[in-house]
Each structure stands twice: as C-alpha cells, then as structure tokens.
C-alpha cells in the first residue's frame, strides 16, 4: 500500500510555510501480534500544533524534524492483532499525519459511529468540545444574566464556549474576523452581539460599547489587543479562562501590552490557564453533557472540511488566517465496513 506521510521538514521562524512541510512515502510495517493496522478517516489541525513545532519547553513535547507530525486523528482498523480492536472499530487518537499507522492500541479510544459524524469527535465531542466545557463550566463559572465575551468565538472552541454559556443564561458577545462568521455567531448560534475585529474602529471602544454592563467571564483564546480591550472592562470578581494566545504563536519577539495584574488586583478577578487534560478525570462526565446537548439540538456545529491527504498542510496554514468557521478537519479516506 501507498502511505504517504508528511513529516516536519524544518523548524518555522515567524508564519509557517509550506516549505516546513516535506511529503514522502513510507512502507506499512508488518502487523506483529498484539497490534492494529489503521487508515486515517479525519485529520485535525489545531493552532497548537505550531507550539509543538519550535524547540521550546512547553506543556507537549516539541516535533522532532524529519519525523511524522502527531495530532488527533480519527482511524478505521483494517487489520487487527487485539481482540478488543476488532476489524472494522473506529477510534479516535494521537497518531502520525499518514494515510496508514500501526499502533498497539494504548490511547486509542473506540468511538460509537453511530452516535454522531464521526468527524464530530475531533470537535464538539473531542478536545475541542472538552476544551470549552472545562475552560468555561470550571474556571468561568457563569451565573444567569452575566455577560461573557468570547475571542476566536467563530472557531472550534468559541463556538461552543458561546452556546454554553447561552445554556447557562448568560448574555454572550463574540470577538472574530469577518462579517459572514459575525453573522453565523449572530444569527445562527444565537450570540447577543458580535464583533468584527478587523473592521471596527476601535476595538476598546467597540467592546466598551458591547458591555455596557462590564464582563464577568472572558474566555480567552487569542490574546493581544483584543484581551487588552475587555481588561479595561472586567467586573468585580471576574474569571478569566486563558485557553490559547494565538495572537502570539507566530511572533519572532517577545511581546509587550499591558500590565493586568493591577487590574486583576483591584477587581479581585481571576485569571487561569489550563490545558484540557487538567480535567482528564472528568473528561466522561462533559462527553455525556455535550452528546446529550448536540441530540437534543441544543448545541449547533459546523466544521470546516478540506478533502485529501495531501492538502493538511494548507488546511493548518490556513488557521492562522482564519479561513476556517468551527473546526477545521481534513478528511482523508472513506471507511471501509
């Protein structure tokens, strides 16, 4: 079998390229005894994938050069040596970006494919959808009628964030970057209001004018200017969920802004990063809130899905230009059973 695999070629300095990505063709080991053969269905691409791809010290270890990149993939088993992995088994992972992988099943999560599509449980019900609930359910902890606002509202995890905290009777106001994902969050997800960062004015002036009420949870994804803007804005006793700075993952220097502990200090707000497996332990008690909330129609998703193996480098590039509205996936192979 062909199985195309798509290595990390070099280090990026700033935006990465597609020269940073090299294409090669590897032969499928043999499966020895107590493995599973599997083929890629669903390859996500994630913003933290970048950090992964400078040496630096991170939560993740960074990629090796010359090696697979790893991300979350949803496989088919083709050929098994497990018998709790039969033929035909779905599963969710960590695995390499290639068409086929060996695995000796440790991590793999069997998923039910009828529950939902299976390119759902690299989204709302995967780390994407898990991200949000804790990020917000955990340290947001938002009471009816406070007001939320959301950075990267139009992605994978803002998306959610927002319909939650919906849920959870809040007033909800979004930050993303056009005027068709301003209308989606608007329009389709039922957001109170929606702020197009890359046209308004102001975007102190436009969250001021948003919040008239002042922001008791901000769930934060981006960073930079637009989190500068809603500290100036905070409540007594705010939660602020730091998720993901993506603002910064390309910078080449060290960035400056403003110095919020004085602001947290006389709010007496609180300020967390997390990853989402801080929460592992509880990772079977969100999957059940969000499975029940997709059936019963409370929580709306879209995804974004680019076709063919070969074009996971550009879907990825393209996060950092916000291409994507929800998830971006790319979908790589039809199943097989």
Known sequence: MNNKTILLASRPMGMPTSENFKFEERDVPTLQEGKVLLKALFVSVDPYMRGRMSDAESYVAPYTVGEPIVGGV??????SKIPELP????????????????????????????LAPLSYHLGI?????????FGLLYIGDPKPGETVVVSGAAGAVGTVVGQIAK????????????????????????????I??????????????????GIDVYFDNVGGEISDAVY?????????????QIAYYNSTTVPTGMRVEPILLKKSALMKGFIVRDYAKDFAVAAKDLSAWVKEGKLKYQETITEGFENIPEAFLGLFSGQNTGKQLVKVAEREV
């Open 167 to 194: 849920l959870k009777g809040c007033r909800v106001v979004g930050v993303a970057g056009s005027e068709d994902k301003i209308a989606y969050l608007k329009d389709e997800l039922g957001f109170d209001e929606a």
């Open 125 to 133: 019900l995967g780390m994407p959808g898990l991200t949000a609930y």
């Open 196 to 213: 197009n960062y890359k046209t308004t004015g102001s975007i102190k002036e436009a969250i001021s004018n948003a919040c008239p009420d």
């Open 87 to 114: 033929k035909g088994t779905v599963v969710q992972g960590a695995l390499p970006w290639q068409q086929f992988s060996v695995h000796a099943g440790e991590g793999l999560i069997p998923i039910d494919p009828n």
């Open 232 to 244: 100036l804005r905070l409540n007594n006793f705010a939660r602020i969920a730091v998720c993901g």
């Open 74 to 79: 949803v496989a088919e088993v083709i050929e």
